[in-house]
């Protein structure tokens, strides 16, 4: 699906610029998502979610951020596969904790 931008000079893929993968979890436990079969606690601030949709590589984009209202130092998404992302959180002072997160992915589905 192709768009065409102001002034038809330009035109956009839309299912590129679509977020393919979300999820709003309590810790481990998705409480709403899209395209999130399952879940796994790993260990502390250890997550591992599996795609319904498999993505078409690695190399897709993803972002997340703490639902907490206590101090966090940060959230690391990775091991991306085509099937899997994990997240990690810690807290201020670096210990690994469990934390309430949101995730998106953007990349394209196999």
């Known amino acids: 699906i192709s768009v065409t931008g102001e002034g038809n000079s330009t035109t956009t893929n839309l299912q590129q610029g679509l977020v ?19 879940q796994t606690d790993t260990s502390t601030g250890d997550y591992t979610f599996t795609y319904t949709n498999n993505l078409s ?27 899997t992302f994990r997240v990690n959180t810690a807290n201020s002072s670096g210990s690994v904790t469990d934390y309430n997160t949101s995730t998106v992915i953007a990349g394209d589905l196999a």
């Open 57 to 83: 590589s690695e190399n897709h984009c993803p972002a997340s951020s703490n639902q907490s209202t206590r101090n966090a130092r940060g959230i690391y998404v990775g091991n991306l596969t085509t099937s």
């Open 20 to 38: 393919k993968t979300w999820v709003h979890a309590h810790e481990h436990d998705a409480q709403d998502s899209f395209n999130i079969a399952s």
